[in-house]
């Protein structure tokens, strides 16, 4: 009979093999993918880099997913990411590896002060869009399509300037956090620097494209929490643009919506029975009812957000 071993297995003799190597775990409500990555692409300029046991070698650093694995290893990482925190349930399970963990970094934007009770590990730093966060980023441009234009600093007011391709400061934080793990690891700030720089979104996830009639479209379609559409609106609204269009398929998302910033709000469903809404909402049975509406709403550097798939509208992405 073969027996196999479970993940948490292979992790606990990857590191009792390896015990010199790096534990990173990230874990969070939502944000782990974009925090995962910015960690590979900005540690990975100095140091080699595996994400889970996938390999039988010596790496510098090894990253988890916390939120993937029913049985995690017990095991004291140097350092623990909580991207995220939405419930006392999440709450107790995320500090629960944070309070065992060298390191902690915690997002100051996304997990609010309420959860703080959790945390008994002094070892902490937050990071975020702007100070107090002990990691930061303070924008010298404001930000436009081609992404952000600012300065990274570390809890010693240490200055970076770091030039970053992304979409919102929901997407900046990972980025962040990455660019604070990387200087408690002394990787030298040019290597930071070039990591950051390099990183560039996923197609999906605030990535900028071309549409029809010199349009650019933001697709967010890929985006799988709740508070995708929040995000991805307040960063539409510091865009220069026309006129600003959100697509969804889904009304309750669009609650807060800032009717005055946007021009039309084209939702791909039915509308709820004896529901009021804003004369700015238009509803479509059919994408190709959407999709015919939309070519002739086009306007010159329109700024169309995409929470839904539709490859149809797209034409090309900018980076």
């Not at 990253?63 to 290893?73: E, G, R, T, V």
């Not at 197609?203 to 494209?209: F, I, L, N, Q, T």
């Amino acid at each position: 009979m073969l027996f196999f071993d479970s993940p948490k297995r292979k992790i606990e003799k990857y590191i009792k093999k390896y015990p010199t190597i790096k534990v990173i775990v990230v874990t969070g409500s939502f944000g782990r993918k974009s925090a995962i990555r910015a960690l590979g692409t900005i540690l990975g300029q100095a140091l080699t880099v595996t994400f889970g046991v996938n390999t039988s070698v010596l790496e510098d650093v090894l990253i988890l997913d916390f939120n993937s694995m029913s049985d995690f290893p017990d095991i004291k990482p140097d350092v623990c990411v909580i991207t995220s925190c939405e419930t006392d349930e999440e709450a107790e399970r995320y500090f629960e590896i944070a309070n065992r963990s060298r390191n902690v970094f915690i997002n100051f934007n996304d997990v609010p002060q309420k959860y703080a009770k959790y945390l008994m590990n002094p070892d902490v730093f937050t990071y975020g869009d702007e100070h107090p966060a002990d990691f930061y980023y303070e924008e010298t441009e404001t930000m436009s399509l081609d992404g952000f234009k600012g300065i990274f600093y570390d809890p010693e007011r240490d200055k970076l300037p770091v030039n970053i391709k992304v979409i919102g400061e929901h997407n900046l934080r990972p980025i962040i956090m990455a660019c604070g793990v990387a200087r408690q690891f002394k990787i030298h700030r040019d290597q930071i620097t070039a990591g950051a720089e390099a990183i560039r979104p996923l197609h999906g996830r605030m990535s900028p494209a071309k549409g029809l009639r010199g349009s650019i479209i933001i697709d967010d379609s890929a985006a799988t929490s709740a508070s995708s559409v929040k995000y991805g609106l307040r960063a539409i609204y510091q865009l220069d643009a026309n006129c600003r269009i959100l697509i969804t398929d889904d009304l309750a998302k669009i609650h807060k919506i800032n009717y005055d910033l946007m021009s039309e709000i084209l939702i791909l469903g039915q509308k709820p029975d004896g529901v009021k809404v804003n004369e700015k909402v238009k509803f479509f049975d059919k994408d190709i009812d959407l999709i015919n509406y939309l070519g002739t709403r086009y306007e010159e550097k329109a700024l169309i957000l995409l929470e839904i798939p539709l490859p149809q509208i797209i034409e090309s992405y900018i980076w």
